[in-house]
């Protein structure tokens, strides 16, 4: 019997959860405010800030999904007590963020990291300081993260959508179940220190996406709005500040990973049919 603590159970862990649990897995996870929904989703609930050892003491596998509070990762602390529970596997969900701009360039995991933002920095020395506890770490570095109550629909439905235009602008995304079909396969193939670049097959500007979304809801498309005249929050605005292509041959070469959703195209027929 198996059993994964999350650490930080937010949208792609419960993507995760949802495939182990009918295999006879057994999922802790941590929340600060949503005990009640964990719970109902089959999760073990464990308040956080808390005690993880007995947590720890049961698991033997670990996600490591928060993103850096205040610079650091908030579950670093705990690396002596998670190392002395001997789990046979730890993940650490990071994010192709740490490439920064590459002009519509081609990234893959043998490139070195430039961040450009503050958070992404962050991330790439939570990345190091995981490898450095010699737990057998596991890194993946997630695209744009898409799915069900996660996709544009809404907007499009209500009219809200914008489709921002930035000529060469590309974005790489993920649907939230394939994040999931990525970990579960990496828990099935364990290789410590690996790091994998999780992204579909094909990156593309975001006016394409909202587009299409409209084309399956047989709508209009979104307004266009030039970039210089958008009206967009500093992280928002953040996003578009970089442009990069995402290369995934790892997951397919060494994990024998199967996209369900290998382009935005798929991803959003199975999250309009999911959403009704």
Known sequence: MKTLLSLGHGYSAAALARRLIPEGWTVIGTTRSRAADLAAQGVEPLVWP????????RASHILVSAGPVQGRDPFLAAAPEIAAARPEWVGYLSTTGIYGDRQGGWVDETTPPAPARGRSGDRVEAEGEWRATGLPVHIF???GIYGPGRGPFQKVKDGTARAIIKPGQVFSRIHVDDIANVLHASIRRPDPGAVYNVCDDLPAPAEDVLNHAARLLGLPPPPAVPFDRADLSPMARS?????RRVRNDRIKRDLGVTLLYPDYRAGLAAILAAEG
Do not use: W
Not at 50 to 57: C, E, I, R, S, T
């Open 50 to 57: 808390g005690d993880l050892g007995p947590a720890l003491a």
């Open 141 to 143: 570095r997630l695209a």
């Open 239 to 243: 996003f578009y500040d970089e442009s």
